[in-house]
């Protein structure tokens, strides 16, 4: 069976750290997969924060996450801090990726990537709703970055 590949792009529009708290560490004393999940989430909120939103109000409008995929490159432990790294690419009408990797500050290693598809919903009518174009422009990945 063909395993998952996750294309990263050249640039990243944010990043931020997050510790590793013994919380996330399974039995196999390294970081666990379902917590992995919950740091991307976490990540992803503190990009929406950095632009400007909310989660809950892009302009006026909320995201669902529609799905998301990982690849898990190396273990993580207990007191390391991973460095995440996010952008949106792939636009169409409702949504995008958002394209993501965590690395170890402290050497480097990549840990994992991955990308969560989000779709933007306009929660007072309960339907999806086009990205709004100033989403766009601030997430925009200048080439003179």
């Given at each position: 069976?063909?395993?998952?590949?996750?294309?990263?792009?050249?640039?990243?529009?944010?990043?931020?750290?997050?510790?590793?708290?013994?919380?996330?560490?399974?039995?196999?004393?390294?970081?666990?997969?379902?917590?992995?999940?919950?740091?991307?989430?976490?990540?992803r909120v503190r990009f929406f924060k950095a632009i400007g939103y909310?989660?809950?109000?892009?302009?006026?409008?909320?995201?669902?996450?529609?799905?998301?995929?990982?690849?898990?490159?190396?273990?993580?432990?207990?007191?390391?801090?991973?460095?995440?790294?996010?952008?949106?690419?792939?636009?169409?009408k409702y949504g995008c990726d958002l394209v993501w990797r965590a690395?170890?500050?402290?050497?480097?290693?990549?840990?994992?990537?991955?990308?969560?598809?989000?779709l933007f919903f306009d929660y007072a009518a309960r339907k999806p709703?086009?990205?709004?174009?100033?989403?766009?422009?601030?997430?925009?990945?200048?080439?003179?970055?």
């Amino acid at each position: 069976m063909p395993r998952i590949r996750i294309d990263l792009p050249d640039r990243f529009v944010f990043a931020t750290e997050i510790p590793l708290y013994i919380g996330h560490i399974n039995y196999g004393h390294h970081l666990d997969n379902a917590a992995l999940l919950a740091l991307v989430s976490e990540a992803r909120v503190r990009f929406f924060k950095a632009i400007g939103y909310t989660e809950l109000d892009v302009e006026g409008l909320g995201i669902i996450v529609a799905d998301a995929a990982v690849q898990y490159l190396a273990e993580a432990f207990h007191g390391d801090v991973l460095v995440f790294e996010m952008t949106p690419v792939d636009f169409n009408k409702y949504g995008c990726d958002l394209v993501w990797r965590a690395t170890a500050k402290g050497d480097g290693r990549a840990v994992a990537r991955g990308k969560t598809g989000i779709l933007f919903f306009d929660y007072a009518a309960r339907k999806p709703a086009p990205v709004p174009t100033a989403f766009v422009e601030r997430t925009a990945v200048r080439a003179d970055a």
